[in-house]
């Protein structure tokens, strides 16, 4: 294993929300706008593609909910995934991957500050 994956492991557990709540036996976490971006830049170094991300938010509670749930169906855009295709190397597809995760977490991040909620990103890598 790559030993830069291990910078991006530590930070999510350190700077994420777990999803065990929501997702019982989940080991993933959800991170903020920000953090996300910085994980972002740790999976570059570590050279690893995103697969995609899911969007959340917090309900009235503060307990994690997927966005689409909270905000509305037509919000279900803001969750992503990038494929490899069969005639890209394995540095174009992280390059391309990287470029659209970051994308996408800004889209999510300005469409939540518009309705005045909070935002959550988990990244599958």
Not at 45 to 69: F, K, M
Request: glycine residues 10%; hydrophobic residues 40%; negative net charge.
């Amino acid at each position: 294993m790559n030993n830069d994956i291990f910078g991006y492991l530590n930070f999510i557990k350190a700077k994420g929300r777990p999803l065990a709540d929501i997702n019982p036996g989940s080991s993933e976490h959800a991170l903020c706008v920000e953090d996300a971006l910085y994980a972002i830049d740790l999976l570059e170094i570590a050279r690893l593609g995103v697969i995609g991300g899911d969007i959340l938010s917090e309900d009235e509670d503060g307990i994690l909910v997927y966005a689409l749930h909270s905000w509305g169906s037509q919000y279900y855009y803001l969750s992503w995934s990038c494929n490899r295709s069969q005639d890209e190397s394995g540095d174009e597809y992280v390059g391309r991957s990287i470029v659209l995760a970051k994308k996408s977490i800004e889209l999510a991040g300005k469409t939540a500050e518009e309705l005045g909620r909070k935002c959550y990103v988990v990244l599958v890598v």
